[in-house]
Structure formats: structure tokens, C-alpha cells
């Protein structure tokens, strides 16, 4: 039960990585394209 739940706060914390990778691209390309 404990590695299980340790496993789960692995996966999200990359997927809230990979979200603000995506997020933090996108606000790139955008003031890119506003400059």
C-alpha cells in the first residue's frame, strides 16, 4: 500500500510537469508571436 500511494504522488507530480512544460511553451510561442 505505501509504494503504491508513494508511486501515484510520483505520476502526478510529472504529470503536473508535463503540464506546466506545455503551459510554459505556449506562453512562449505567444509572446514570440505578439514581439
Known sequence: GRSRRGHS???????????????????LSFLEMSI
Not at 9 to 27: A, C, W
Open 9 to 27: 504522488l510520483v505520476f502526478m507530480g510529472k504529470f503536473i510537469l508535463i503540464k506546466l512544460n506545455m503551459f510554459l511553451l505556449e506562453t
